[in-house]
């Protein structure tokens, strides 16, 4: 692991059992996570932390992940971070082929933790030699 690769994972998911888990999981693999449950306010936290990546559950109480990614994406001090979906109302295969609007990546529930952790290696990986 390179020691100045930024693993900053944002995440915002409000099944708090899901949050346990990639709050309990990825700082096992050495990244820093920075959960909400609402994402209120993250496009500020986006823009001051920037994260290595962003994911959101698509399905949140508050605004949803398409409207959160809307709202990064056009926050002034927006970094380049991608923007990732989780969600079960997302079909993996139709992810796989055609994404969800706004998003750069896409992921059905239950995610696989190998294959999360796997994408977000070679993110890590990838920015490590950028």
């Not at 995440?11 to 909400?36: A, H, T």
């Not at 989780?86 to 295969?93: E, K, T």
Request: charged share 25%; with cysteine.
């Amino acid at each position: 692991m390179n020691s100045v690769t930024n693993r900053k994972v944002v995440i915002v998911e409000d099944d708090r059992n899901c949050l346990k888990l990639y709050s309990e999981i990825l700082p096992e693999f050495g990244f820093d996570v920075i959960s909400s449950v609402d994402g209120q306010d993250i496009e500020n936290v986006i823009a001051r932390e920037r994260p290595l990546v962003a994911i959101f559950d698509l399905d949140l109480p508050v605004r949803s992940g398409q409207e959160l990614a809307a709202a990064v994406r056009s926050h002034p001090a927006q970094p380049s971070a991608p923007l990732w979906v989780v969600s079960a109302s997302i079909d993996q295969r139709q992810a796989e082929r055609h994404g969800v609007e706004g998003f750069d990546r896409a992921y059905a529930k239950p995610v696989s933790v190998r294959r999360l952790l796997s994408d977000l290696e070679a993110l890590a990986s990838e920015a490590g030699r950028a």
